[in-house]
């Protein structure tokens, strides 16, 4: 077994208004490569591990272009295939002050998302490998792909692969068919060992309604207590919690429960002058999975998956190109001044 971590997920395209602009204000879009596993995969990279991406991309010049950013950001794109079929988007206007931002998809009818479930060769794509990555987005794209994450789960499962995954619900792609997300998000995490899941996430697989009087992190004690019990597998549960009060400024802490009933708790972190926060989910379940796999305790995997989240909102794109010496500078409280 090697420290080979495979994200699998399907790669899309972000069509950005430039700067604080609606879209189409101007008759300009900015691009950038995307999409919440390949963000894991290129921030693990960018930490040194042997991160893999698998899935399917459109036979085209888009889909190449998208293979060909993820590695040159040090991911390995041998187990992605070329099929017939659209590239996935989504566009997005940059919110300011009390203006929120807005994501608009259209991957309907992807060449991931039309790809058949039984076109995967699990055993083969997980060999050396140590952790699968997933996350809800993928089953919330179709059957084809909903099939396609529970059996490499089951797959990983079976060839003794650890599988982390991220809960990432998104109520507008699960509207765009009858997929039952309860139910199927409920099959993935009987697989799972490590969660990225707030209470909201697990209120919904569990179908429980969660006790709004209490504090954030009662509610999500008491969640993470439920999800335990009804998933003999997980032994870890990590969340972010953000206060904002402003599209530009934010308070991001962070949370991991554990099996044996630790509870570890990151204050909030100041964020101010916010550049991008699209993807800090992400460089937060990739800095944790980095310090897990480098062997940090359960609060120092959460700190470090806390700064990585930080720094995200400070770098434009999807995914976090942060190296751990800028992780570990942030925690070590270095001075901002020009490196020179």
Known sequence: MTDRVLCFGEILLRLAAPGRELLLQTPRLDVHVGGAEA???????????????????????????????????????????????RMGLYFYTTGAGHRPSEVLYDRAGSAFALAAADTYDWPALLADTRLLHLSGITPALGPATAQAALEAARAARAAGVLVSFDGNYRAKLWAAWDG???????????????AFADHRDIELVLGIDGDASLSARDRFTAAAGAAFAA??????????????????????????????????????????????????????????????????????????????????????????????????????????DVRR
């Open 180 to 194: 039952d997300p309860r139910t199927r998000l409920h099959a993935l995490l009987l697989e799972t060992d490590l």
């Open 231 to 336: 998933f003999p597998r997980l032994q870890r549960i990590a969340t972010t919690t953000r206060a904002q009060a402003s599209v530009d400024h934010h308070r991001l802490g962070a949370m991991l429960a554990t099996r044996d009933g630790a509870l570890h708790v990151r204050d909030g972190i100041e964020l101010g002058g916010i550049v991008d926060r699209i993807g800090a989910g992400d460089a937060f379940a990739a800095g944790v999975l980095h310090g897990l796999l480098a062997g940090m305790d359960d609060a120092d995997s959460l700190a470090f998956g806390q700064a990585a989240a930080c720094l995200k909102h400070y770098l434009p794109g999807d995914a976090s190109l942060a190296s751990a010496a800028d992780v570990m500078a942030l925690l070590n409280g270095e001075r901002l």
């Open 39 to 85: 963000n894991v995969a290129v921030s693990l990279a960018a930490f040194g591990h042997a991160s893999a991406m698998a899935g399917v991309l459109p036979a085209n010049p888009l889909g190449y272009a998208a293979r060909d950013a993820l590695r040159r950001h040090g991911v390995d794109t041998t187990a992605l295939r070329f099929d017939e079929g």
